[in-house]
């Protein structure tokens, strides 16, 4: 099957509903999609020059992985005294040493679905959903969450905790995509579809989201997403959590002030130090 033919007939059995499930055509067509998602060779989201935003969401992809829930039933499977339940369609990925993947023991899982590249390090505990996209060299720490879709460029550091938020439905919404040599520091959580371009660092304990304004200390500017575009941290902006006083009713009166999250600056050669990581450990 062609990619072409792979998305009509995706596309065909996500319209036909509950009519799809038990068709054998739909699971063929699904277990596809899943191998190709998991060779890298589609992704939910893409690098478009041509969108306002560089990035283009393949929606049938979305579609498809929907797809596999529907299909899916529950099944048993266990390791040693642990025991799971989960969809069939959707089990653990097993990884082998020629995979180039790094999992350090200790109960980290990789959802069949997810693509993850060569040279990618898991620490455990972490977990990477269906869908999502974990490009060359990066680095996921433990306790970091990769939400379903979501697209984690080359050479970032999902530092201990981060949280990067997946989003499946609406099929046509952009997932969280956090571009290459991205630095997101412990704890921070990016979700919604929030954009992260290249270079950028998130301090620990940034929060990012739809809602959110950033605050471009450097340009005078306030970023916020807008009805069709994610929130956007420029290329290399160094984003730390910062608090802005309420200027108004019981919030003045109570002294309460709101998180806001800063560009303080843009990467320099300090940040370059600040964010050197142990190569040796890769
Ligand atoms: C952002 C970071 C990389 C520092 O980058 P840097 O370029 O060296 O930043 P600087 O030290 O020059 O700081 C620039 C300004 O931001 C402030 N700042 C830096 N980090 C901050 C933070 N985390 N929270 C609030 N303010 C912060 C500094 O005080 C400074 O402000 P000032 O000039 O008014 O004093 C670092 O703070 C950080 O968060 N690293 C990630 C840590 C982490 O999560 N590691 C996990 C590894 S598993």
Redesign the pocket.
Known sequence: MTLTQLEQEIMRHFAAGAASSGAPAAMKAFLELRACLERGEVRAAQPDPASPTGWRVNAWVKQGILLGFRLGALENSNSGALSFVDKHTYPARLFTASDGVRVVPGGSSVRAGAYVARGVVCMPPMYINTGAWVDEGTMV?SHALVGSCAQIGKRV?L??AAQIGGVLEPVNASPVIIEDDV?V????GVYEGTLVRKGA?????AILTRGTPLFDLVKGEVLRAGPETPLIVPENA?V???ARAIGKGNGQEWGLSLYAPAI??Y??D??D???TLEELLR
Do not use: E
Request: aromatic residues 0%; hydrophobic residues 35%; contains cysteine.
């Open positions: 720490d550091h530092s201990a630095l520091g412990g704890n921070c660092v998130l301090a620990a304990g160094v730390v959590p910062g303080v600056k990467r320099d300090k940040t130090l600040s964010t």
